[in-house]
């Protein structure tokens, strides 16, 4: 499929970990490592030209800029970046008590303002779930049932960002135990718990209705994609923003409540009017929720809220993310 490279940032800089003295500047007096930056670039562009539709991926922790831009555009050619900061961020929001969340909640917001520089992957990786950090459903705050809807609102959150979604092996069930190599295969037994079987039929359901709705990536690499509904409601723990595509004929809308309190006649600005319906609901009962939502749609106003002309009150479950999606065509 491909190569993900470890460490990119240690191969760019000369004076990656080393303290003054310990390294010598580059023939124009820089920090770069222009003999890795050439390597780089030759290796992408050998792998695409020889090997048509594999992808490279860098693990690059810095603000190099152009890691996924192609070579002759001045970039090193890789097809993706790990988006480091998104998951750091997103990450340490979601570890806090959503008592305290409040004043964390830029930690969410923030990442809109940088992700279309690169061509990112959300990841949720090996490095987050090992050596004392343990799972990242241990890591969510409260009690078990709280603990599985974070980790649900947390996907249902993840898939409708821009960019691409990487999880690690175990995080699709819910795995309870950190990763450790010695001790062996995945805890798979732990399907046979309704719990972490709701959250492996999530997953599955991410990715389906990610497939169904070109919103969520048509116009993943541009600002264009992403209207913000509701960015400052630090006080509620809410957000809420749109997908869209080209022709902005096809939307989806994703609302996340990040308390573990049920908002009632919650309202948010949508980008056409129409009924509405969930096209998915991290607190659905198939995933061990609660089942609280909008099963019989929402229909839009012509009442402008939040910079948008149409508008709708509705039901967000507690610790839940719930995309809508219009129900047949949307009204201008």
Request: net charge negative; charged share 25%; glycine share 10%.
């Amino acid at each position: 499929d491909g190569l993900r490279v470890d460490a990119v940032a240690s191969m760019l800089y000369l004076d990656y970990s080393r303290k003054p003295g310990e390294w010598v500047p580059n023939a124009f007096g820089g920090r770069e490592d222009l003999d890795a930056v050439s390597f780089l670039r030759e290796v992408n562009d050998v792998l695409h030209e020889r090997e048509p539709g594999a992808v490279t991926i860098a693990e690059e922790s810095t603000a190099w800029p152009g890691v996924s831009r192609p070579t002759h555009l001045g970039g090193l050619g890789f097809d993706f970046k790990w988006n480091m900061g998104w998951m750091h961020d997103t990450l340490e929001y979601f570890s806090k008590d959503p008592i305290h969340r409040r004043f964390h909640h830029h930690e969410l917001t923030f990442s809109m303002v940088y992700a279309w520089n690169e061509s990112f992957v959300l990841p949720l990786s090996h490095d987050e779930v090992v050596h004392g950090k343990g799972s990242l459903l241990t890591r969510m705050p409260g009690d078990r049932w709280q603990r599985f809807a974070n980790l649900r609102a947390l996907y249902g959150y993840m898939w409708a960002h821009p960019g691409k979604q990487l999880l690690f092996m175990g995080q699709e069930f819910g795995q309870e135990k950190e990763w450790s190599e010695p001790a062996g295969s995945l805890d798979w037994h732990l399907l046979d718990d309704a719990d972490h079987a709701g959250v492996r039929a999530l997953v599955v359901d991410l990715n389906r209705v990610y497939s169904e709705e070109p919103a969520l990536w048509e116009l993943d690499h541009s600002h264009e994609g992403v209207r913000w509904l509701e960015p400052n409601a630090a006080a509620e723990n809410m957000l809420a923003f749109a997908r869209t595509t080209e022709d902005w004929k096809s939307w989806l809308v994703c609302v996340a409540n990040l308390s573990p309190v049920v908002r009632e006649g919650w309202r948010t600005g949508l980008p056409a009017g129409g009924k509405w319906r969930e096209a998915l609901n991290t607190d659905s009962r198939f995933y061990g929720g609660s089942d609280v939502g909008n099963g019989l749609g929402v229909e839009a106003e012509k009442l402008p809220w939040n910079e948008q002309d149409w508008s709708a009150e509705i039901t967000v479950p507690p610790l839940g993310v719930v995309w809508l999606v219009p129900d047949g065509d949307p009204a201008s």
